[in-house]
């Protein structure tokens, strides 16, 4: 049996190994889908043998688990900062700046990926678990409807799907966006008159 020592010795080292196969499984399923992904490519690009991908993962499956939940994880502080947004216009001024974020593009690519890959009627990865995610924009809709920003007559489930988006549309599909304005998203001659845009739509929401 080893000794403590020589288990706490190692623990640096098995979380560095982790986190080395979790970064590369992240770009590898982001560029490639959950289908198109190898776990013998992430072992390389992660500088592991593959034997290792399974130690600590178990399968490919598991690993895109793993995959989502970190970046879930890592979501915290976006949400926070929704969170202290007053209304739904700063929350959606401040989601279509971090549109072009290097976490929201990872999310951006992994969504495109699972969009073409799954049927979503067949359900999806962590489905209950990433439902509470989403459920609160749904949220935000009715507290704004509740405090006279938003029209209380507009359903706030359709509602939260429209505005957001708004949000992550050009993000999703920046080609068409270039197509209609000759600019990208990530380009601030498209961000900042966009955040304007939105902002001036939903406060023509207002009841009345």
Not at 146 to 156: F, I, K, V, W, Y
Request: glycine content about 6%.
């Amino acid at each position: 049996m080893p000794e403590p020592a020589a288990v706490a010795a190692a623990e640096p080292a098995q979380r560095d190994t982790r986190e080395r196969i979790l970064a590369a499984a992240t770009e590898q399923f982001a560029a490639k889908g959950l289908a198109g992904a190898r776990v013998d490519e992430i072992a390389r690009a992660a500088q592991v043998n593959k034997q290792l991908v399974y130690y600590y993962f178990g399968g490919k499956l598991e690993l895109y688990n793993a995959v989502l939940g970190q970046l879930v994880d890592e979501s915290r502080h976006k949400r926070e900062a929704e969170q202290a947004c007053e209304t739904v216009a700063e929350k959606l001024q401040l989601l279509t700046r971090l549109g072009t974020h290097p976490h929201s593009v990872l999310w951006q690519r992994l969504l495109s990926w699972e969009a073409l890959e799954t049927e979503p009627h067949e359900g999806v990865v962590q489905e209950d678990e990433r439902r509470g995610t989403w459920e609160r924009h749904v949220a935000s809709v009715r507290a704004a409807q509740a405090s006279g920003e938003l029209d209380p007559e507009l359903d706030p489930e359709l509602l939260a799907v429209a505005l957001v988006s708004m949000a992550v549309f050009p993000f999703m599909l920046p080609q068409v966006v270039k197509f209609m304005t000759g600019r990208l998203p990530g380009d601030e001659a498209f961000l900042a008159p966009y955040a304007e845009v939105v902002a001036r739509l939903v406060s023509d929401l207002r009841p009345g």
